[in-house]
């Protein structure tokens, strides 16, 4: 699990290595807990790219979580 740019302006990528197909559920948070991007998608067997849109979000600091399978991951992501 990764993400990149970080910080971001515009587009963040999120790389995420899975053994089998599954699938992942994206969801970003802003600094009051509120979710401000949702996606689910279906994860192909290796390496996946996903994009999240980062366009239109104010600056600041947002809370990215991520589950698939028996995985969960946070990571904090810097807007600029």
């Known amino acids: 699990f990764a993400i990149h740019p970080n910080p971001v302006q515009q587009m963040l990528f999120v790389s995420i290595s899975v053994p089998d197909v599954m699938t992942v ?34 600056k600041g600091v947002y809370v990215l979580d991520a589950n698939w399978g028996n995985n969960n ?8």
Do not use: H
Request: glycine share 8%.
């Open 25 to 58: 559920q994206l969801r970003l948070y802003d600094a009051k807990g509120a979710i401000v991007k949702q996606l689910q998608t279906n994860l192909l067997k290796g390496n996946n790219e996903l994009q999240l849109n980062m366009t239109g979000l104010t």
């Open 73 to 80: 991951k946070t990571s904090k992501v810097l807007k600029e």
